[in-house]
């Protein structure tokens, strides 16, 4: 029976209904009371254009805010869209029902409510605890919504925004970090900057990561928490540290960078101490201290980086590469051996001192590095020559190779070289000499050292001989 009556019932109710809502055409008075009135109308698609024709007249239409807000409650979804729009084309004056559009059962018009708040912006700042209270939607897109609508509510909304790159989806965190980003550029950067010690001591990484990237756009206000990034557990919090000061390096605000960067190199990690050279670099004098003591560092890697900074800087360089030649240990280092020969004749009155240093070590190093050089180490062969008096035989050999591979005018030192006590120097000065073949003074040289006692020497110099 009831079965029956229902299709009865429907059409009764819908007579209803036809008879409540009001003919569009009998809607007279002002624009705005004319489209109030066919808010109400039984078609849908003249109630959508209503409430768009409303939202066209913007701020005028402010009377019609009770009628858009009792049309929130349409049975139509586009109906509902288009009075939230209208509501956010008339302003300031509809925040008070657009805040309580957040709360409506439609993730759509929770969506509309927060663009069409963020449309309105700071004017609309009594809406931030509601948005913030949209970061915790269950629709992931009205919390995008309401992330974007909270990025144009200027510094108040920093909290907010922080909540929801601390809380938020993938989505709601990009939105966040822009919008953060933009208003850490502007001049409430201190405002944002306040919010940020606890980000950077959250126990997830991406949100860490995320905070480092933002310190960037706040620049140089953000050094103190530069410092506490750059000391962060995790190699990546670390790395993105050193690539945003990087950015911010110049040498107009050395003296602030350099302090901080500077806690890069002693990272515990090889490759994020190089990337702290390559940012350290761009501060120009004021790094040489740093690139320096750099050069001492245990990896191959970060020396070589030191090295290559100090060449390209130029000013500077001369000392810190002296220092490193002072302070290595017994081996020549191939770092500093490269950025020598980078430098060229530049390195070479340097390297002609260091000759005369009261450390064997030094001395030794000095006359090897200065054989690396090639052409350019000519006008240290005096001061080359004098050490074949050494009193350390690892000096007498550095000098004696090196003085063969210069020019002929060392052919007389090396013909004295072939005089000394030990068999190595006496065996580098038959190499040394073997490279002026077929001259007449090495080759008399060469013939006297084929009665050398050493028979490596005597052997050295009848090949060579016997060449030529």
Do not use: Y
Not at 88 to 113: N, T
Request: hydrophobic share 50%; aromatic share 2%; proline share 4%.
């Amino acid at each position: 029976m009831v079965a029956r009556r229902l299709p009865l019932l429907l059409l009764v109710l819908s007579i209803a209904r036809a008879d409540a809502a009001p003919d569009p055409k009998a809607c007279t008075g002002e624009a705005v009371e004319q489209e109030i009135c066919r808010l109400r109308a039984g078609m849908a698609i003249i109630r959508q254009r209503a409430a768009m024709t409303l939202g066209q007249m913007g701020e005028r239409a402010s009377r019609a805010i009770p009628a858009l807000v009792r049309a929130l409650s349409d049975r139509e979804g586009f109906v509902r869209e288009a009075v939230v729009d209208a509501l956010g084309a008339i302003g300031p004056a509809a925040v008070a029902a657009l805040r309580a559009a957040l709360r409506h059962r439609d993730k759509e018009v929770r969506c509309r409510a927060a663009d069409a708040l963020g449309q309105i912006g700071p004017r609309a700042a009594s809406a931030i605890g509601e948005l913030g209270g949209r970061l915790r939607d269950r629709d992931m897109w009205v919390r995008v919504h309401a992330t974007k609508a909270l990025a144009r509510m200027g510094p108040r909304a920093a909290a907010a925004l922080v909540l929801a790159l601390r809380t938020g989806g993938v989505r709601a965190r990009e939105a966040a970090s822009s919008a953060l980003c933009d208003l850490g550029r502007g001049k409430q950067g201190k405002a944002v900057l306040a919010r940020f010690p606890g980000v950077l001591r959250d126990r997830r990484e991406f949100v860490r990561e995320a905070a480092v990237d933002l310190l960037g756009c706040i620049g140089l206000e953000a050094l103190p928490l530069f410092r506490l990034a750059l000391r962060d557990r995790l190699d990546t919090v670390r790395e993105r540290a050193i690539e945003e000061l990087g950015q911010l390096a110049h040498a107009d605000v050395a003296a602030r960078v350099a302090p901080v960067l500077a806690l890069s190199l002693r990272d515990r990690r090889e490759h994020l101490r190089e990337a702290g050279i390559v940012a350290i670099g761009r501060l120009g004098p004021a790094a040489v201290p740093h690139l320096a003591r750099a050069m001492g560092d245990r990896a191959a890697a970060v020396r070589f980086a030191a090295a290559k900074a100090l060449v390209a800087m130029r000013t500077g360089a001369l000392p810190a590469f002296r220092k490193a030649m002072i302070e290595q240990g017994e081996r020549v280092d191939e770092a500093l051996t490269d950025a020598l020969k980078q430098l060229g004749q530049e390195a070479v009155p340097m390297l002609s001192k260091l000759l005369e240093h009261k450390k064997a070590s030094v001395r030794r190093n000095a006359a090897t590095t200065l054989g690396h050089l090639g052409v350019f180490a000519a006008p240290a062969a005096p001061a080359l020559a004098r050490l074949l008096k050494d009193e350390q035989v690892e000096v007498r050999l550095a000098a004696t190779e090196t003085l063969g591979l210069l020019d002929e005018s060392t052919t007389p030192a090396l013909d004295r070289a072939m005089a000394d006590r030990h068999w190595t120097v006496r065996w580098a000065a038959v190499v040394g000499l073997s490279r002026r073949l077929p001259g007449p003074k090495p080759t008399a040289a060469l013939r006297r050292a084929s009665s050398d006692p050493s028979w490596i020497v005597r052997r050295t110099a009848a090949e060579a001989l016997k060449g030529n």
